[in-house]
């Protein structure tokens, strides 16, 4: 069963220049109980995108067409109390990238969490509501009487904890982790992982992880989809995806990660060439074609090349992928 689906979502950002093109045709499943990675280079749309699914763009963000449909529903059919009452939080939330920008400095980390209670349960007392956030605060390995202190008391890896512990506060189905482990040293990171995967399966989560690190998708999902330029050009399983990645983009993703296995790769990296379009006037074609050793001249045209079902737990977006190079 998908817990999300997402149709042809567009979300464009206006600016003096014209509209930046963020999410540009984007088709995403999540099914329950999974967790499913969102990876590719900074600027890609992997933000945006975990963003228009709580409707909490910038305000030069525009929802341009597409669906989002949780559970079923198409929830941008809402209006924006229903939406704030029913979806936001209540079932889908999210963990914010820099979790010291994301708490406010001036509150105690256990305010913080009860005030997000608050604004959707208003039947619960403040002792009752404080009780849960310390409550949530052990749950995530924090001791409760750290609740009672301020952000900047909290080391990394505790304020990242306490930014999980805030996004369980209406026990959400689904759970977006944007970059959940970035500018942590690599033991807090490999707690933190161990961390949210006890608590999908404690509660039965759904999650969402967006990250430009690779190797933490690997540790964390079960499926991966690779952006690149506000478009998914691969998704597959993720054991299968590294194993045989067939987008020429992917593969240069995962080339410049070490290996302890591969002999021929120990000492030697690869690197993609070029940088990133513009997203104010993307490519014609297939965008990552100025990048591509392999692009043609039908890589060049419109039409982009559509998703192309290799199995059951594996599509591409490319004409000219690697395994009919092989």
């Known amino acids: 069963m998908n817990i999300l689906e997402v149709t042809d979502l567009k979300v464009y950002y206006d600016t003096i220049k014209g509209a930046v093109r963020a999410v540009d045709g984007v088709d995403l499943i999540v099914e329950k109980g999974k967790s499913v990675g969102l990876a590719g280079e900074s600027g890609c749309g992997k933000t945006t995108l975990g963003l228009s699914f709580l409707k909490i763009l910038p305000s030069n963000g525009n929802i341009v067409s597409g669906s989002v449909k949780f559970d079923g529903t198409d929830i941008y059919q809402f209006n924006d109390k229903k939406f704030r009452e029913d979806i936001r939080w209540n079932k889908i939330s999210m963990i914010f990238q820099g979790a010291m920008n994301a708490l406010n400095p001036i509150f105690k980390v256990e305010d913080q969490i009860a005030e997000a209670i608050k604004l959707h349960d208003k ?140 002999e021929e790769r120990k000492q030697t990296f690869e690197f993609i060439e070029g940088s990133p379009p513009n997203l104010l006037d993307p490519p014609k074609g297939c965008r990552f074609h100025p990048r591509c050793s392999r692009a043609t001249d039908v890589c060049r045209k419109d039409p982009a090349p559509t998703m192309r079902v290799l199995s059951d737990v594996h599509r591409v977006a490319c004409h000219h992928p690697r395994g009919d190079n092989e």
């Open 123 to 262: 039947t619960k007392k403040r002792k009752e509501r404080l009780q849960i956030a310390r409550d949530l605060l052990k749950k995530v390995d924090i001791d409760p009487v750290m609740g009672s202190h301020y952000p900047h008391e909290f080391s990394g890896g505790m304020r990242q904890r306490a930014m999980i512990a805030m996004a369980l506060a209406c026990n959400p189905q689904l759970v977006i982790a944007d970059e959940p482990t970035t500018a942590l040293d690599v033991i807090v990171q490999k707690q933190l992982m161990d961390l949210l995967r006890r608590l999908k399966k404690e509660m039965d989560l759904s999650l969402v992880v967006i990250s430009h690190d690779i190797s933490v998708l690997a540790e964390l999902c079960d499926y991966l989809n690779i952006m690149y330029a506000g478009r998914i050009v691969e998704w597959g399983e993720i054991s299968e995806i590294f194993k045989n990645p067939q987008h020429h983009y992917t593969h240069g993703l995962i080339s410049t990660f070490p290996t302890v296995e591969d």
